[in-house]
């Protein structure tokens, strides 16, 4: 069983904290700060951060060192299309990740039904109730990820409207739900995620900037205000 996946099921509420860049001295001021976990990435462009991510060779040595060092259990994005994480996906096995975190589009059939890791099954903007629903009913992930706002709206100010949208969400779906801080979640509305039975908050950089200080302080301004409510 994953550790993450765990404390997702188990916990009424989880941390992840999705690193802007795979660096030793962000992952650790994300743990040292309270993160239950971390999430990495390889072979993307990525919205949130405007970090251009490589392959995994060019981050094996800092993986490597975050995996011995690391406390709390961390997880990868291996791909923005089913190829390359086709191509990843054996080594990154080997590293010993805790999940794999990929919008379904770009999951490959070998992360289906005999999926040899954990997963979040990222629905994006083009999500539907009846996908959710398939997602959940089917077993095909362990973890829905409700990345569904447009990359033109990141950044704004978690509305009334986007709320109930993962309300229904969590309605829809068997398994538990997490939500990326692709709107400026603030520490203060932990407790309407909480309320409507979202199970973890995963905070990038959106809410945590990009430098080791911005990373620690936010980390653990979210991390008492979820002890907190």
Partial sequence: MSKTVE?????????????????????????????????????????????????????????????????????IVIGNEVKLAEE???????????????????????????????????????????LVKQISQSFVSDVIEASILNPSNYGTSLSLETLLKYQQIVQASKLPVIIPTQHRIKPSEIKDLKLIGVKGVMIGAVVIGNCVESIFDAVKRYKESIIQT
């Fill in 7 to 75: 404390l997702l099921t188990k916990n009424e509420f989880t941390l992840v904290v999705s690193l802007p860049d795979n660096r030793y001295d962000f992952a650790k001021a994300a743990w040292e700060a309270g993160a239950d976990a971390i999430k990495v990435h390889i072979n993307v462009a990525h919205n949130a951060s405007k970090t251009q991510f490589r392959e995994l060779d060019c981050y094996k040595d800092v993986f490597d060192d975050i995996l011995k060092d690391s406390p709390v259990p961390v997880g």
């Fill in 88 to 130: 990843a996906l054996n080594e990154v096995l080997k590293m010993g990740f805790d999940f794999i975190s990929l919008y379904g589009r770009d999951m490959p059939i070998a992360l289906g039904y005999d999926r040899p890791i954990k997963t979040f099954y990222a629905i994006d903007a083009f999500y539907t109730l009846d």
